[in-house]
């Protein structure tokens, strides 16, 4: 297999102030650095946060949405409402399993986008609406519950077989559960570093360990999304301006 070198780049990951400098090339041509990478549709960088997935995802969104406006302003709620879930959210919510922000900036940057579809949808765009009332008319749960619902559901789905993704050898089942604990529940993962504090597996047990038995032993996966979202919406703060 031949690699262009002009098409490759390299990203260091690292703590250090002074990272070790490296030079890599292919074939006598030097590979250049780059800060962030995009891989499977997901921009990783190299502080290990999601501040330039982030940037992309709704830059891409608001420009999808503002096609939608200049083209279905005339349209009734029910064809804007699905041109939207069918066209923008999917934007900010692709592969939302493996990713998820916790700086609070970035949560409200995401929720920004469908504030804007909610004023779009209900064709509402005086100032003194309050979009909180126009997202409770349409029903429609904030994008942070959705990503915590499919964070659970790929979990769900991890540990009953679903998909070919075994646990890693750090997730634990609990012998002890605690009060409010479930049957299924995993010991939690101490972590002080932002990237390894907010990754998939560390994130997300607390809030599996607090799901309650019937719930992670539902038969299905519809099921326990059904059962699940009811109770995830409580552990949801109730503004977007804290952290998750």
């Known amino acids: ?99 998820s922000p916790y700086a609070s900036g970035q949560v409200n940057s995401l929720e920004s986008v469908q504030r804007q579809a909610a004023r779009f949808v209900t064709n509402n765009y005086e100032r003194t ?29 991890i540990k009953y077989g679903l998909v070919n993704i075994p646990f890693p050898s750090f997730v634990i089942p609990s012998n002890r559960p605690g009060r409010v604990s479930n049957i299924c529940c995993y010991q939690n993962i101490q972590a002080r570093v932002n990237s390894y504090r907010f990754s998939y597996f560390v994130r997300i047990i607390p809030i599996w360990n607090r799901l309650p038995t019937s719930v992670v032993i539902a038969p299905s996966l519809h099921t326990f999304q059904s059962l699940a979202l009811p109770i995830l919406r409580d552990m949801q703060p109730t503004s977007t301006h804290h952290k998750i």
């Open 1 to 99: 297999m031949c690699f262009n070198a002009s098409k490759c780049e390299f990203l260091q990951i690292t703590r250090k102030t002074k990272p070790l400098k490296h030079i890599y090339s292919v074939d006598g041509q030097n590979i250049t650095e780059s800060s962030k990478h995009k891989y499977l549709g997901v921009t990783i960088n190299k502080h290990l946060d999601w501040k330039d997935h982030v940037q992309s995802i709704t830059s891409r969104a608001r420009s999808t949405l503002g096609v939608l406006r200049r083209n279905l302003s005339a349209c009734p709620r029910e064809v804007k409402e699905r041109a939207y879930q069918a066209l923008v959210r999917p934007k900010l919510e692709y592969s939302s399993a493996a990713w």
């Open 129 to 157: 609406a309050s979009v909180t009332e126009m997202l409770q008319d349409l029903q429609w749960d904030s994008l942070s519950t959705r990503r915590l619902l499919q964070q659970c559901s790929m979990f769900y789905k």
